[in-house]
């Protein structure tokens, strides 16, 4: 158990809805990560706050947003969604947000969109 | 930019036999390169990490990873396979995006390994 924990675990919902993925890093970890995974695409880096600020993106759609409140949970909003946005959603968390820190992965929100 | 290539998307090995998953990475500055383990239907987990200390590292489970910056290479070895091993293997840099930038992670397409018995 990574300690990072993500809700739901499986979310299923229809083309063009919106839908919210949260995620609650390890005790005392600053930065959190968002990933997408699925067979055609791989593992993408999608964005990466710390301390509730945002400190990279990467692949992310402009349907796509997200945020860290000042708990430090994360917040991924997916809206308008397409059949191609049906992936899993990881989030990871690290103690600095630094490029050496170890990212801990949560178990992943499977997302499918019919 | 920065990229990532495993070389294989799978590799089979038997049980007892030595596992070798190759990584080719491309880095402007000095990256940080890492192994992550996935098993089915998990989450991530690290196996080990290069952070410009020492070349050769070693992970959880036996696992091992040499840096070497003149081949750009981070490959992964484990001498002796078992079957618990059997996963899916991702190589990653992270590096900076410029002088001034943020630093990007990224994910190598990983690479299957099937453990025989």
């Known amino acids: 158990d990574s300690g990072v924990t993500q809700t739901p675990k499986h979310l299923i919902t229809a083309t063009g809805q919106r839908v919210t993925l949260r995620c609650s890093p390890r005790s005392g970890d600053l930065s959190v990560y968002w990933y997408q995974q699925s067979l055609d695409q791989g593992l993408q880096f999608l964005i990466q706050?710390?301390?509730?600020?945002?400190?990279a993106k990467g692949n992310i759609l402009e349907r796509f947003s997200a945020q860290q409140f000042p708990d430090l949970h994360s917040e991924l909003n997916l809206s308008s969604l397409e059949l191609g946005d049906s992936a899993l959603y990881f989030c990871a968390s690290s103690p600095s947000g630094g490029s050496t820190d170890t990212q801990y992965f949560g178990p992943g929100t499977r997302l499918t969109v019919l | 930019a920065q990229s990532v290539t495993q070389l294989d998307s799978h590799v089979s090995v038997s049980e007892g036999t030595p596992v070798l998953l190759r990584c080719n990475y491309s880095?402007?500055?000095?990256?940080?390169l890492f192994w992550y383990v996935q098993h089915p239907n998990k989450g991530l987990q690290l196996l080990l990490k290069y952070t410009s200390a020492a070349t050769l590292v070693k992970g959880i489970n036996g696992f091992e990873a040499e840096f070497k910056k003149s081949e750009t290479s981070f490959h992964l070895t484990k001498p002796s396979a078992h079957m618990s091993d059997a996963a899916e293997y991702f190589c990653v840099v992270s590096d900076r995006e410029g002088l001034v930038g943020g630093f990007k992670t990224i994910f190598g397409a990983g690479t299957r390994l099937f453990v025989k018995a």
């Open positions: 706050y710390y301390n509730g600020e945002e400190r």
């Open positions: 880095s402007s500055y000095s990256p940080s």
